[in-house]
């Protein structure tokens, strides 16, 4: 089973240090805009609108809009530490008049300017190749017009996961768009994270609901033997323990009721040695 990554202990050694972080979260009842996202669109037809649970964002009726939402996090993404891009949304509907286009789409820039673009349609979602620059890379079917969906990519080394609903479906390597010369040219940008329709050849209406940034656990030892991490609230994390670094066993999955999750081990529990995964996979 794979796994985006994960920070081990043995008793009281620490494993990965990390910060995570929400980004955007629909239930404060305001716009990204205003939880620290910059929005563009162009021409300037798109409409962004607060459903109640969501930022609804319609980039119709012409397929001739690009718009969407930008963000430079801080700290800087890391590929080589690892992090996790989780969101909650709906993709409602969307039309294309090119396979390789998205009406939604979600980029993610370290700072080496490294990094993935995905394009999310009703049935499927793709990767966009860098050679030839933006031709339909790998691709997985899904079915995002039935409900809300939770999507994590995990970024680590040279090589992103895609999760969908705790599943993972899509992966491939990390891709070098620098070679692109339109307007306008995100892709020269370090650091940097853009959600939605950079496309003149499609249009989507899209409700988004969270958006944090989950990095690799650091597991600390705790009072009365007990094992604690930061998380980020509202997101499951699985607990693994190993006699040999080699074979791992879930312990239990837990979802942060907060920032800090502390964990309790079983009264005579075997000693070994520990590590907190995200996502926790769907049958965790």
Request: glycine share 10%.
């Amino acid at each position: 089973m794979s796994r985006a990554f994960a920070a081990g202990v043995f008793l009281a050694m620490s494993g990965i240090s990390g910060h995570s972080q929400i980004l955007y979260d629909a239930q404060q009842g305001t716009l990204p805009a205003a939880q620290g996202w910059s929005f563009a669109a162009l021409p300037g037809n798109a409409r962004q609108t607060h459903t109640g649970s969501a930022t609804r964002l319609e980039t119709g009726p012409s397929l001739s809009e690009a718009v969407g939402y930008a963000l430079r996090p801080n700290p800087p993404l890391d590929r080589r530490a690892g992090f996790n891009l989780f969101l909650r949304f709906h993709l409602i509907g969307a039309q294309r008049t090119r396979p390789e286009r998205a009406g939604f789409s979600v980029i993610v820039l370290d700072t080496e300017r490294r990094g993935i673009e995905l394009g999310f349609s009703e049935g499927d979602v793709f990767a966009q190749h860098d050679q030839p620059l933006f031709t339909r890379g790998e691709s997985a079917d899904f079915p995002f017009w039935s409900g809300p969906v939770e999507a994590v990519l995990s970024c680590r080394g040279n090589r992103y996961t895609l999760f969908l609903n705790r599943t993972p479906v899509l992966s491939g390597p990390w891709r070098d768009y620098t070679a692109f010369a339109g307007f306008p040219d995100v892709y020269e940008t370090p650091n940097f994270l853009f959600l939605g329709d950079n496309t003149t050849s499609a249009a989507a209406v899209v409700d988004l609901m969270h958006v944090a940034l989950v990095r690799p656990p650091r597991l600390e030892p705790g009072p009365a033997g007990a094992l604690s991490w930061d998380a980020v609230p509202g997101q499951r994390y699985t607990l693994e323990r190993s006699a040999d670094l080699f074979l791992w066993h879930p312990l239990t999955t837990v979802s942060a009721p907060g920032t800090r999750i502390i964990w309790d081990p079983p009264a005579g529990g075997t000693q070994g040695f520990y590590r907190v995964v995200h996502p926790a996979l769907e049958g965790d």
